[in-house]
């Protein structure tokens, strides 16, 4: 698969290089509205520069494009690639809005491409781990989950690009735009989320319009309750954790490792009153449980490269990649919903997938 990469920023840079690193995958053309960037990426790889997105849809030796533009834009960006008939890799979020977020949803719809939204540690082989001890119930009956991240970033950071810390193109602070890869394993792992109370506050930055910490609780349809904690206004910047219990076991990841497991044996039994995290099994279950972990430590850019994989897989093989624009979708309702939540004072529901013109 032959791609075009939109946007030689931060991002941009890794996805060029993961292309250009993964057989099956060449990087053809480096787009940006600024030469300068465009063009030294592009030389990097001995891809083409451009600072128009259309002179890269044109192009027949484009196949598929991999946008790494500020959020706000995405929605745009993918409705013309696939307009040109061009798969698409988009970065997280997928957009900021849930209107944009069912208009790439309506695109892909009448188009003959796909389409994934990063969310990288979804290929994480703790994440992969967790999801199938909750889908084959293991875990039991899940009763509660967290995603805490507790990151640093400068005021230094957010002035960085004019972009970062505003409503229109980050759509957020520290949940949406630092938090909602945590908070996308949650939703991966418990399911559909119902409601939300949030409250966000800008703490210990200035000059931003969103915010720098945020916190909500969340319910889900099987039942479990969930917490929420998303910071950019932690020094020195600690870790991204998510911890989830259910009444057969339990599991953290922290830092993307499996923390811990534990799972009980079936027909096992356990004494009435627990507690301090007893017989961790999490090392041999990722020797043995993970499909991912010898390939993904030997990959530099693991997750990500994992995530390029599943898609171009999912072209050849006409099946929908791991991570959907439905999927996306899901999470950045959960975002949207402890915005909502926090402006108003009140719970706030989770919206469902646009139905309108399915
Ligand atoms: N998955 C991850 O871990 C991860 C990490 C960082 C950023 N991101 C996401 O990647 C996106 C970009 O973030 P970044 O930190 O790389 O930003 P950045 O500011 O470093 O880079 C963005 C680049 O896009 C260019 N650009 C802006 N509008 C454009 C357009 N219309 N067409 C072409 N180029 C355009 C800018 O000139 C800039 O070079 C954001 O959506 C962010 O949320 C994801």
């Known amino acids: 698969m032959r791609f075009a990469v939109i946007g030689a920023g931060v991002i941009?840079?890794?996805?060029?290089?993961t292309i250009a690193h993964l057989p099956g995958a060449e990087l053809t053309a480096v787009v940006d509205v600024r030469p300068e960037p465009a063009r030294s990426l592009a030389a990097r790889y001995g891809a083409v520069a451009l600072t128009d997105l259309n002179e890269a849809l044109g192009r027949p030796e484009v196949d598929a494009v991999a946008i790494c533009t500020p959020s706000g834009h995405h929605a745009d960006l993918v409705q013309a690639a696939l307009a040109a008939d061009k798969h698409v890799v988009v970065?997280?979020?997928?957009?900021?809005?849930?209107?944009?977020?069912?208009?790439?949803?309506?695109?892909?719809?009448t188009?003959?491409?796909?389409?994934?939204v990063i969310s990288q540690h979804r290929f994480d082989p703790a994440s992969q781990v967790v999801f199938e001890a909750v889908r084959s119930g293991r875990l039991g009956n899940v009763t509660s989950g967290s995603a805490i991240v507790s990151w640093w970033r400068s005021q230094a950071y957010?002035?960085?690009?004019?972009?970062?810390?505003?409503?229109?193109?980050?759509?957020?602070?520290?949940?949406?735009?630092?938090?909602?890869?945590?908070?996308?394993?949650?939703?991966?792992?418990?399911?559909?989320?119902v409601e939300v109370f949030g409250w966000t506050g800008c703490l210990a930055h200035e000059r931003i319009e969103v915010e720098d910490t945020a916190v909500a609780t969340i319910r889900f349809a099987q039942g479990a309750l969930g917490v929420i904690q998303a910071t950019t206004a932690a020094h020195p910047g600690m870790n991204a954790r998510v911890q989830l219990h259910?009444?057969?076991?339990?599991?953290?990841?922290?830092?993307?490792?499996?923390?811990y497991f534990h799972a009980a044996q079936a027909?096992?039994?356990w004494p009435d009153v627990g507690a301090g995290s007893p017989d961790n099994q999490a090392d041999q279950l990722l020797k043995t449980d993970s499909p991912l972990a010898p390939r993904v430590a030997r990959l530099q850019h693991t997750s990500h490269t994992a995530q390029y994989e599943d898609f171009i897989s999912s072209v050849t093989n006409d099946r929908p990649p791991l991570v959907t624009v439905q999927e996306a979708t899901r999470t950045l309702a959960v975002v949207i919903?402890?915005?909502?939540?926090?402006?108003?004072?009140r719970p706030a529901t989770v919206a469902g997938p646009d139905t309108s013109n399915s």
């Open 12 to 17: 941009g840079t890794l996805h060029a290089e």
């Open 91 to 109: 970065e997280k979020p997928l957009d900021v809005s849930l209107e944009a977020a069912f208009r790439v949803a309506a695109a892909e719809r």
């Open 111 to 116: 188009s003959r491409r796909r389409v994934t």
């Open 158 to 193: 957010y002035d960085s690009a004019g972009w970062r810390g505003t409503w229109a193109l980050d759509g957020g602070g520290a949940l949406m735009n630092q938090s909602i890869h945590t908070v996308d394993l949650l939703v991966w792992f418990l399911g559909e989320p």
């Open 246 to 259: 259910g009444d057969r076991g339990s599991a953290v990841i922290d830092d993307d490792r499996l923390a």
């Open 267 to 269: 027909g096992e039994s």
């Open 337 to 345: 919903a402890i915005y909502d939540s926090a402006r108003t004072g």
